[in-house]
């Protein structure tokens, strides 16, 4: 089991930054990935970034350029700085984090996501 905490959510004018943070406990050493989702009112849930063990991440379109990602693996947390936010970015933002353990001696593994409870960010016009 890994536990997720996020906090860092708020109310913003546009144009302005948040940074959220997301902190995990448990079984931390199974943990392949992590990242962060969002999800407003009425509308699907939403990949925001995600950052792999290997450092490689991924952006969702909507925020390439004023968004970005970064993990202490040593701490066992995930940060998202968010700047020039816009009122479209209002959401509940949740930190997830993907365990892979291996269980066979073929090297099959399973795979298992983990979600924070999510924090709200709000952006005025």
């Known amino acids: 089991q890994v536990q997720l905490v996020e906090s860092g959510g708020g109310l913003v004018q546009a144009g302005g930054s948040l940074r959220l943070s997301c902190v995990a406990s448990g079984r931390t050493r199974s943990i392949n990935g992590m990242g962060w989702y969002r999800q407003a009112p009425g509308k699907q849930r939403e990949l925001v970034a995600s950052i792999a063990n290997d450092g490689r991440t991924n952006y969702a379109e909507s925020v390439q350029g004023r968004v970005t990602i970064s993990r202490d693996r040593a701490l066992n947390t995930v940060a998202l700085q968010m700047n020039s936010l816009m009122p479209e970015d209002t959401a509940v933002y949740h930190c997830?984090?993907?365990?892979?353990?291996?269980?066979?001696?073929?090297?099959?593994?399973?795979?298992?996501?983990?979600w924070g409870q999510g924090t709200q960010v709000t952006v005025s016009s």
């Open positions: 997830y984090a993907r365990t892979r353990v291996v269980v066979s001696v073929e090297g099959a593994a399973v795979e298992r996501d983990y």
